[in-house]
């Protein structure tokens, strides 16, 4: 377990001064100690597991976790927790290792109810320790004294006045409160107050099947299409693999330690709680990353596949056009883990980050083309020892011939650059490199070196070899006009920040804010490692002759919450945090600041603790003045909860399971504006939930900060595996930073 020695950093501006390493004060920092952690098991039929490549038949004999293949109708927890599971071929009981049949079940027990006709059909029954009964049933909510007086209950809450039927779930909690669930919503009964609840109120879905109430109170629906819960304050929503083997939930108890157990079309599932530290979880990713989410000797970081869906089977690492990015995201964050926390393991990963991006500067260099010094490469591929070989070589990919690209350029993006080899061979001709290297890369690289500087490199040695880096990629920009040059003597199709493109060229109007920020951001950072007044003065020629500092008061071209790129987000925020915190030219200080103010905003309604921290590094107790007087841009209320919430959700699981949402009561769609670039085809669906903010982290799937979270639907089929990085950074900053304290 690390132990968390936390550096903190609070930014005081005046109207926008320079950085102190200062205690965050009380409403700045969360202390987080342990919570619970959801966490889901399910079990599936022998069937399936053969039919997903999981076992073969003989092993699923052996399993005692395997259920015999049928159709599971109903649920119950007895004496000792043991689970009954009613099938179309009997029962079934589970004692904590094993299924079993079982002969004696007490599951759908049949209740003797009087005045039988006035219910229609009886799809649930409760009883309170007073003896009063509840029923729900298809002509509505009814209740049962011990006169056995029958009472028809029309629940009323304000101007809301509800004659609920086909109340599929009703059940009394530890206080003798009163729930049920119809399609109209939720009600509940405390005393003789009702409180109903709809879509307007948080309910994510109502097509129920089923209620139970568990120890804690928390109270759990089954729907058609997944599960609810509710913990008195938030809905939770849980559908799709992750959560459920499958998504019509026929029945649903609670044992004992609160685990809701589930009859579905698919199998049974558990869904829990399990005591947790951000820093748990953060070991828990870090361990998964070093077992399956590393490529090549140098441990580039990225997702990785596996043969068998939501199983580390046949795990394999294949390359990625953002290699270098997301290697350099997962870096950043071990440098603010070994500036928090001096962990020598945080450190070891570092430098194997910092050698893997190096290795992306080095492999160009004299190699099979003439590559200027300083360019960067996308990704690396190993030479198999054999030689290449057709089948494996990157340039005989359909997309990498001349043939593919041209098709994408006529096809796709007129811009597109048509040239080979995409793929060169380094000097020894141990790996192929990727040419045409994005700005995201750029971006990457530019927003992990300074912070390994800073907190990593503690020799002259060490900081040396970083800042040689630095200044060959900044000196092969400058001397290019601002161009990330290529092989064939022109520049990549994405790292393009000549000033004449950026003002000039309406092609490139788009990237003007966020393309002179970055180039400003990069100056920045090289002034910072090497002291070189000659990067200083570059960026005063780019502010006075070319309003590269203008350009980037406005960095998204966009149309509100939810509109633009998310990539060019991700990009913006990191390019930010560097130009900020390095900078000493106050003009470029106060403006930057104020834009990234405006950016933040927009990006506020995502829940994001990167972007969160980011900004919050930069903006806490900021003033900026303009014509109209002195304004506070400090972070908006919420910002920390928002992140610390979004942190305890990241499920465990990072496989890429699919989560439907479109159908749910609880989202509000974004504008057409908003929702929909000119060149997309057809309307695209953006959702907020009724809050104003996005989904939750464990509503959804996403491997990187760049995923569109306003999207409704997420995922795959359980095959993809994430790395943790995404969470890693975020925590890790917030705890450098001294937004997150540890009990």
């Known amino acids: 377990m690390h132990h968390r020695i936390i550096c903190l950093l609070l930014i005081t501006i005046g109207c926008v001064s320079a950085s102190a390493q200062l205690s965050q004060s009380p409403e700045n920092r969360a202390v987080v100690g342990t919570f619970p952690q959801e966490i889901s098991k399910s079990f599936y039929s022998q069937d399936y597991l053969v039919k997903i490549g999981a076992m073969s038949k ?82 509505g909510l009814f209740t049962i004294n011990q006169q056995k007086e029958v009472k028809e209950i029309f629940p009323r809450d304000g101007s809301r006045s509800w004659a609920p039927t086909d109340v599929k779930g009703v059940a009394y909690d530890s206080k003798g409160n009163l729930w049920f669930c119809s399609p109209q919503g939720v009600g509940v009964r405390k005393g003789e107050e009702w409180t109903l609840y709809t879509g ?34 938030t809905w939770n929503y849980r559908q799709g693999k992750r959560w459920l083997p499958g998504d019509e939930v026929r029945d649903v108890a609670v044992d004992s330690k609160g685990n809701a157990w589930f009859a ?13 530290t951000l820093a748990k979880k953060a070991d828990h990713y870090e361990e998964l990353i070093d077992q399956y989410n590393r490529r090549t000797e140098f441990g580039y970081v990225l997702e990785a596949r596996t043969k068998v869906p939501g199983h580390f089977i046949g795990v394999s690492n294949h390359d990625s056009d953002n290699d270098g990015l997301w290697t350099a995201m997962y870096g950043a964050g071990e440098c603010f883990d070994y500036g928090a926390t001096k962990d020598p393991e945080s450190k070891r990963r570092a430098k194997q980050a910092f050698e893997a991006l190096r290795f992306l500067s080095i492999a160009p260099i004299e190699g099979e083309v003439d590559q200027q010094a ?64 994005s700005s995201d890369e750029l971006d990457g690289h530019y927003f992990f070196y300074p912070l390994y500087y800073d907190l990593v490199a503690e020799t002259e040695e060490e900081k040396e070899r970083v800042r040689e880096i630095v200044r060959n990629m900044t000196d092969h920009l400058v001397r290019n006009n601002y161009r990330l040059m290529d092989h064939d003597g022109t520049p990549t ?102 834009s990234f103010y405006k950016y933040w905003i927009l990006e506020f309604p995502e829940m994001n603790p990167f972007f969160n921290f980011c900004y919050a590094s930069q903006g806490i107790g900021v003033e900026y003045a303009n014509p109209w007087g002195v304004h506070d841009i400090s972070p908006w209320e919420g910002w920390l909860e928002d992140s610390i919430d979004t ?32 060149y997309e085809a057809g309307n695209r669906l953006q959702v907020v939930r009724t809050n104003g903010k996005v989904l939750p982290a464990d509503e959804r799937h996403f491997n990187h900060w760049n995923t569109n979270p306003f999207a409704p639907n997420y995922g795959g089929n359980g095959t993809g595996l994430a790395d943790g990085a995404v969470y890693l950074l975020s925590y890790y900053m917030g705890l450098y930073h001294g937004f997150i304290v540890e009990e």
């Open 374 to 437: 300083g360019f960067v490469a996308r990704t690396v591929i190993p030479v198999p020892n054999e030689g290449p070989d057709t089948d494996i070589n990157p340039n005989r990919h359909p997309s990498y011939t001349l043939e593919g690209q041209q098709r994408n350029r006529e096809r796709n993006d007129y811009l597109w650059k048509v040239y080979e080899p995409r793929w060169p061979l380094n000097k020894d001709e141990t790996y192929w490199y990727k040419s045409d290297t």
């Open 493 to 594: 199709r994405w790292s393009d920040y000549s000033p004449e493109n950026l003002n000039q060229n309406h092609d490139w109007y788009n990237e003007r804010g966020l393309k002179s920020l970055s180039i400003l951001s990069y100056l920045t950072v090289a002034h910072h490692m090497t002291g070189d007044e000659m990067y200083e003065r570059e960026i005063k020629r780019l502010m006075k002759d070319h309003a590269f500092h203008t350009n980037a008061m406005v960095t998204k071209i966009q149309r509100g919450v939810g509109s633009g790129n998310q990539s060019d987000d991700e990009m913006a925020i990191m390019c930010y945090y560097n130009l900020l915190k390095y900078t000493d030219n106050p003009q470029l200080k106060k403006e930057m600041t104020y």
């Open 200 to 233: 307007q109120d948080g309910l994510p879905y109502n097509d129920f099947t089923c209620m139970a109430i568990g120890p804690d109170d928390r109270v759990w629906f089954g729907t058609q299409i997944g599960a609810i819960h509710f913990d008195g304050e």
């Open 58 to 139: 003989q092993e699923t004999a052996k399993d005692p976790t395997a259920l015999p293949t049928g159709d599971f109708l109903s649920i119950a927890v007895g004496e000792d927790d043991k689970v009954s599971i009613r099938t179309d071929k009997g029962s079934l009981v589970f004692d904590g290792t094993k299924w079993s049949k079982e002969t004696k079940s007490d599951v759908d027990k049949v209740e003797d109810l009087p005045e039988k006709d006035s219910y229609g059909k009886v799809f649930a029954t409760a009883e309170k320790d007073t003896g009063e009964r509840a029923v729900g049933g298809e002509q």
């Open 647 to 678: 942190l305890k959700r990241f499920p465990l699981d990072r496989f890429d399971w699919r989560h439907t949402n479109d159908h749910r009561i609880d989202l509000v769609p974004l504008s057409r504006q908003a929702a929909q670039e000119p």
């Open 264 to 276: 579905t079309n698919e199998g049974v599932g558990m869904i829990g709680f399990i005591p947790m």
